[in-house]
């Protein structure tokens, strides 16, 4: 084989993507509410056991790629974009100015904003430490992104709890931390009440995200249902302006069939916000991007919040792979991360208009003629043969999902 020059490498990578076909032009990928990360397109591919393989990217380089790329809408961390140091001071609403030029010369809009209490060494112990100083701290720091969220036309914040926990046992107590937790939402909500009214705009909708491990070895509130709990606790002081932001594999790292988690999220009214991506029961954060694992789940997925009427954002919260080039990531990975997704949804269409699975979901409804109501083996008997449809709409789904109820067979 050919050594392929390093000066060639984008050309072939350039030809192939176009002969795979199926690419949505920006202006069709626009009309879809997907929002791309700060933090995805600028992962550079560190890991515990990884050192970074791609160099940084500036928030206006992945604004603007986004624009090119069709992702109408963008979401970030505060410390994303402004160092720690800089927060609340002026250096910040320099930075959030430039933000919102590089917003609007990509015609791209900030959709959601979230605080980072994970990675710096304030919070070692979580934000709702036992110190009084750190918990101050990360009221004022969710207040402080409140802000940012109006500042940058925000209607979303994601709170992302993943160091509120412990990794040994005893020296934690769950039920005052979790007080704790709830008086910095609380914190956060109140100063959107005012912050909002007098910009004279909506409140923001706060968005819980699950996910049952890492970084803390325990986490307290670990899944979409825990959360759900802890809304309903009486804790928080405004629970109508809390719900939730499930992602995809964190409810499939824990067991769950995430569309039956979605399913509870839907029925409680919570599902405000979800961050789409994919990956593997019982492993950890790998964050790959949708559709590549699961594609028939994904389907599903889909179908159920298409069914639904779900209006809220798509987050591509994945990690591009460990790649060595910001090129890629850009040219490959956020396409057709994009691209996958909108066929997916448009698939859910099919699915929910599909004469076969609707005359079958019917039948299953009709059910058999009236029996006995009180012998089980009469009304058995009367149901005799409609449960072989649960199959057949699940075969069905999969030739949906492979285009075979469009006529594509293999001949042999
Ligand atoms: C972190 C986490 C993601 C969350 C982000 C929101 S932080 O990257 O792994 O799943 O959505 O804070
Ligand atoms: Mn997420
Ligand atoms: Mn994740």
Known sequence: ?????????????????????????????RRYFISGPQWAAAY???????????????????????????????????TDVIPTRALGTDEQWEILERIRKALAEAGVACSMVTTETFFHRVWAAGPAAESPQVRDYAAWRLKNTVKIGHELGAS??????????????????????????AEALNA?????????????????????????FEPQGEILLPTSDAMLAFIDSGLLEHPEMVGLNPEYLHELMWGAAPRAALARVLLRGKLWHFDINDGYRLKHDVDIAVGLVNPLDWLNVLVL????GYNGP??????????????????????TAVDRFITLWEMAGDVISDPVIQEATEALKAGGEPAGALDAEAIAEANKELLNLHELIAHRLVQILWGQHRGRHYVL
């Open 156 to 181: 979303y914040a994601v709170y992302w709890p993943g160091s509120l926990g412990y990794l040994v046992q005893g020296a934690v107590e769950e039920t005052q931390t979790l007080r704790w937790y």
């Open 314 to 335: 798509f987050n591509l919260d994945y990690k591009p792979p460990r790649t060595t080039s910001n090129w890629g990531v850009f040219a490959v990975s956020f396409p």
């Open 1 to 29: 084989m050919k050594p392929i020059p390093a000066s060639e490498q984008r050309k072939v990578v350039e030809r192939l993507m176009k002969a795979c076909g199926g690419a949505y032009p920006p202006e069709v990928r």
């Open 305 to 308: 919040l298409r069914s639904h």
């Open 188 to 212: 956060a909500c109140r100063a959107d009440i005012e912050i909002a009214a007098k910009r004279g705009r909506p409140t923001l909708k706060h968005c819980l995200e699950a996910k049952p």
């Open 44 to 78: 550079e591919g560190q890991a515990l056991f990884h050192a970074p393989t791609r160099a940084p990217v500036s928030f206006e380089e992945v604004i603007r790629r986004y624009g090119e790329i069709g992702i109408g809408w963008w979401s970030t961390h505060d």
